[in-house]
């Protein structure tokens, strides 16, 4: 299968920054899509980020202008860089990533994947 391994996040005062990592390994063939996500207790995850191996990128609305996504595809690596945050922006973080890797059975099969990250914290202080 493919893993992934978040780091960053943690605690920061409001109108500072944070960067987030995650790197994915594993048999990987392609990885079209890496995202961060979030969530909230009681709340649904909701997409913060996106980027495709591409480079195009989605951004929730409610951190355009002071989020970036960006990936470094030789690494299988997306980073989430989070500034002028808001206390409304506390809630953990997930890694997302979709794409196709190897399977070995008896053969080695082109499968499809879609791998979250354990989550990391960031929690933005008034």
């Known amino acids: 299968q493919v893993q992934l391994v978040e780091s960053g996040g943690g605690l920061v005062q409001a109108g500072g920054s944070v960067r987030l990592s995650c790197a994915a390994s594993?048999?990987?063939?392609?990885?079209?899509?890496m995202g961060w996500y979030r969530q909230d207790p009681g709340k649904q995850r909701e997409m913060v980020a996106s980027?495709?191996?591409?480079?195009?990128?989605k951004y929730a609305d409610s951190v355009k202008g002071r989020f970036a996504i960006s990936r470094d595809n030789a690494q299988n690596t997306v980073y989430l860089q989070m500034n002028s945050l808001k206390p409304e922006d506390t809630a953990v973080y997930f890694c997302?990533?979709?794409?196709?890797?190897?399977?070995?059975?008896?053969?080695?099969?082109?499968?499809?994947?879609?791998?979250w990250g354990q989550g990391t914290q960031v929690t933005v202080s008034s």
């Open positions: 997302n990533a979709k794409g196709t890797f190897w399977r070995t059975s008896l053969v080695k099969i082109l499968t499809p994947f879609d791998s």
């Open positions: 980027v495709t191996s591409g480079g195009g990128t």
């Open positions: 594993g048999s990987i063939f392609s990885i079209n899509e």
